[in-house]
């Protein structure tokens, strides 16, 4: 009756090891580490890199626990901080010649003390949250202006193109505040242009105005597009600031939209606030020109001369040095998206699309220059690079491809480049706030000595109300703590003070299905159970309650988790995560536990679960008396 198979030992057991395998990195503690990524979106961190910094480390006779490459930067962990500026040092010094220029960005960062064979088996620690380890925090406000007024110049572009192609005369196409005004000397003329822009511009509402030979059509964007432009700009802003956040080796940053407007920025573990604004700030724009391949540009590659009149030296990434003409021939004000994929012979390319302004130029420009190459270049802080430089096959129009010699990953990561090189809006910092380390060590402290105590009161409770079966009932508590550790640790989320909050809630709300069990259990013995009956009925016909009592909260989780925002959600998602682990753990391991100590004993005559109040003995005693 009161014994589990053991398939369902074996399920415990490997839980258990799980659950404290991925807890374990949690103990270890932080590090001082340097971390090395790129400074120039045209700049690749690779495992070449590595060798150079381990180099570097060599000759300044510094000796570090471990550098690795992760994909994006190359971390090097060190067991003290005078190590780590030492090797900070070195390590600028070696892969930064130029300091007004650097080319990789080397950041003082911390890394997890656990062993290497921890993190050969994914089991890392959770991040910390700005509050917990301290960083900065930056409230951004988009321009939504700006973006429709960008929008409303495209608009103008591609009106003025459409009405050319279609031989419809204009006497004029201005722009005010975000309406589009075509001016119109016969009503004929006006009726074609409101035909045509009806059918090939749906999202803008075109009014007729003025009489006699002052006609005007006036175009602007309905609400519904007007959202949807503003959607996308922070949705792009959104992006551009993941690219250059990543620059920073952020754990974890969080970057959220907040209301119709507003962009929220936290940057756990930086400390250096300029720092943060300088990256965050950039301003990334997007040209093509043609390129130089005359003899004198080719003799000025050689270093045989100066550049020729008109153009310009710069770096095409992974091909060296490149002469690139000054004329611009359009700019990513132009580029509506980019995404990668594969050409005719099914060779990785990047395929581009642009408005009707730079569809025109790019039809007129790739006609006369079939068999060249165009360089596509992008500029921050003023200095620019060459993404890619491709050959002109054929005439282009508003949708064309680059392609050359790229793998998958460089054609996804140049359209990304394009895409999102620049914000699509403005943006203004509105808030910022610094929180030191020894704060969020504070915190720390605060947090895990509430979620100790916490435990310590419940458990103490419990072992002394309910006896043996409350000694179940803690080992099963700690069962279900170590189960969301690893859980959170597993899924690599990022824990906050309400996080920790959640932790301890999730502990008084755990023991409640334990205490469910015990008073089932009790109540069946006063009625008269064997104690083999009241352990199996107990765990029996509590189960429908826990599961309804938990269910009822969980809908709470699950809508805090859907609605709320920021640490709200973080509360949520360690709440819904705890719940889920406490039916587990009071129900399955503390059976498993009581099944263990007396599911074999057939002739049990007892239970420690405290005293067992008998109404029976009751009425006795009342009758004696009387």
């Known amino acids: 009756m009161n014994r589990y198979p053991l398939w369902k030992y074996a399920i415990l057991l490997v839980a258990l090891l799980i659950g404290t395998l991925y807890t374990l990195p949690n103990l270890f503690g932080e590090a001082p580490a340097v971390q090395v990524s790129s400074a120039k979106v045209t700049v690749k961190v690779d495992s070449a890199l590595q060798d150079r910094i381990e180099s570097a480390l060599q000759q300044a006779g510094v000796k570090a626990d471990y550098v690795q490459f992760d994909g994006n930067s190359i971390k090097a962990r060190f067991g003290d901080t005078d190590t780590q500026l030492k090797a900070k040092d070195a390590i600028n010094k070696a892969l930064n010649p130029d300091p007004a220029e650097p080319t990789y960005i080397v950041a003082l960062n911390l890394l997890s003390r656990s062993p290497q064979w921890l993190s050969a088996l994914h089991a890392n620690p959770m991040y910390l949250g700005l509050d917990l380890r301290g960083g900065v925090h930056f409230l951004m406000q988009v321009d939504m202006k700006a973006a429709l007024t960008k929008k409303a110049e495209a608009l103008t572009g591609d009106v003025r193109a459409q009405l050319r192609e279609k031989n419809i005369r204009h006497a004029g196409i201005t722009r005010e505040g975000n309406a589009v005004l075509i001016a119109f000397r016969d009503a004929e003329q006006r009726a074609a242009a409101i035909a045509l822009l009806q059918a090939q511009v749906p999202e803008v509402t075109w009014t007729p105005q003025g009489e006699g030979s002052e006609l ?21 802003n959104i992006t551009t600031l993941h690219n250059r956040v990543n620059e920073l080796g952020v754990a974890e940053p969080v970057i959220q939209q907040q209301g119709l407007d507003r962009v929220v920025v936290q940057l756990p573990g930086v400390q250096d606030t300029a720092k943060a604004k300088d990256i965050i700030g950039r301003t990334a724009t997007l040209e093509l020109r043609m390129v130089d391949d005359s003899a004198e540009a080719l003799e000025a590659l050689k270093g045989n001369g100066p550049v020729p009149f008109g153009t310009e030296r710069f770096m095409d990434r992974g091909f060296g040095p490149i002469i690139v003409k000054r004329q611009v021939i359009l700019t990513g004000d132009s580029l509506n998206d980019a995404q990668p994929g594969f050409d005719e012979n099914h060779n990785p390319a990047v395929h581009l699309t642009v408005d009707a302004k730079g569809a025109r130029i790019m039809k007129d420009t790739s006609r006369e220059n079939i068999g060249k190459r165009m360089a596509i270049l992008l500029f921050e802080k003023g200095k620019g690079e060459v993404v890619t430089a491709p050959k002109i096959n054929s005439e282009l129009g508003n949708r064309f491809q680059i392609s050359g010699a790229m793998t998958t990953q460089e054609a996804s990561d140049t359209a990304l480049l394009l895409r999102a090189g620049s914000l699509a809006a403005p943006m203004e910092i509105i808030e910022e706030r610094t929180i030191g380390p020894s704060l969020g060590k504070e915190n720390i402290e605060k947090g895990i000595a509430s979620v100790t105590w916490g435990f310590v009161a419940v458990a103490a409770f419990m072992c002394v109300y309910y006896m043996l079966f409350g000694v179940f009932s803690s080992l099963a508590l700690g069962f279900n703590l170590l189960l969301l550790v690893a859980a959170l640790s597993l899924m690599q989320a990022t ?13 008084g709300m755990a023991i409640d299905s334990n205490v469910l069990i015990n008073e089932r259990v009790r109540e069946e013995l006063r009625g008269g159970a064997t104690p083999q009956q009241a352990i199996h009925l107990g765990y029996e016909r509590a189960w429908a309650t826990i599961l309804d009592s938990n269910v009822t909260t969980l809908i709470a989780g699950v809508a805090l988790l859907v609605f709320g925002s920021g640490p709200i959600k973080g509360f949520a998602v360690v709440h ?51």
């Open 495 to 507: 824990l906050s003070l309400p996080g920790i909050a959640a932790i301890a809630l999730v502990l």
């Open 576 to 626: 819904c995560l705890g719940i889920l682990t406490s039916m587990f753990s009071s129900v399955v391991f503390s059976r498993g536990l009581v099944n263990l100590w007396y599911g074999r004993q057939k002739k049990l005559k007892s239970v420690s679960i405290g005293q067992v109040w008998k109404p029976e003995a009751e009425t006795t005693d009342v009758a004696a008396k009387a």
């Open 216 to 236: 005007q059509l006036a175009g602007t964007l309905s609400p519904k597009a007007q959202v949807a432009v503003q959607e996308a700009a922070l949705k792009q």
